[in-house]
């Protein structure tokens, strides 16, 4: 039986095919660290807490405005949600 994946290791493929599928951006686990690094140095920009342990944030990727989640508990960008949704949008939004 195959070994299942531990959260963190899911939310990052997540992560990584969200950004490919909406954005058309790939990156690789360098880049991937680094905008993990921008989210905990505070260079991206805040939106708002959506959970305990969950926060949005807006950040330039390959010169494209991405929206992210971020999971602080376990330190992953969790997804990219779609480049068309306004604040409000985002706050109501219960999507993959």
């Given amino acids: 039986m195959p070994r299942k994946k531990p959260k963190s290791q899911s939310e990052r493929i997540h ?10 951006i790939r990156i690789n686990r360098n880049a991937y660290r680094e905008l993990v690094d921008r989210v905990l140095l505070g ?3 805040y939106i708002f807490k959506q959970s305990n342990t969950r926060t ?11 929206i992210v989640v971020y999971d602080s508990m376990r330190r ?7 480049p068309d949704l306004t604040e409000e949008d985002i706050r109501n939004y219960h999507g993959n």
């Fill in 43 to 45: 260079e991206t920009t």
């Fill in 15 to 24: 992560f990584k095919r969200r950004l490919r599928e909406r954005y058309g």
């Fill in 56 to 66: 949005i944030h807006r950040m330039i990727i390959c010169n494209k405005s991405v």
């Fill in 76 to 82: 992953e960008l969790v997804t990219a949600l779609p």
